[in-house]
């Protein structure tokens, strides 16, 4: 029988949450890396061109970190299947 206790489907939405939150850093920081690739590294100045890696960088360890998140929400949804 399913937890209908008030607590639990709190708990249930906040997790919910922070699952679509994930999913929409992921697709924020795809966006980022595709408008960042877009600049020639040709035309800029090297503190220019080295401040564009830093949030290259930065934004690649964040989609990873994101995408880390979901995959363990992946793992929960299938072990609770089983």
């Known amino acids: 029988m399913a937890d209908r ?3 639990k489907a709190c708990e249930q939405a906040c997790e919910s949450l922070k699952q ?3 999913e929409v850093a992921v697709k ?3 966006e980022a ?4 690739s877009q600049y020639p590294p040709a035309h800029l100045l090297e503190p220019c061109q ?3 890696d830093r949030i290259k960088i930065e934004t690649l360890l964040y989609r ?3 995408f880390l998140q979901l995959k363990k929400y992946g793992q929960a949804d299938e ?3 089983h």
Request: hydrophobic share 30%; net charge negative; charged share 25%.
């Open 5 to 7: 206790r008030p607590e």
């Open 20 to 22: 679509q939150d994930y």
């Open 28 to 30: 924020h920081c795809t």
């Open 33 to 36: 890396l595709l408008s960042l």
């Open 50 to 52: 080295a401040e564009l």
């Open 64 to 66: 990873i970190a994101s």
């Open 79 to 81: 072990d609770c299947r």
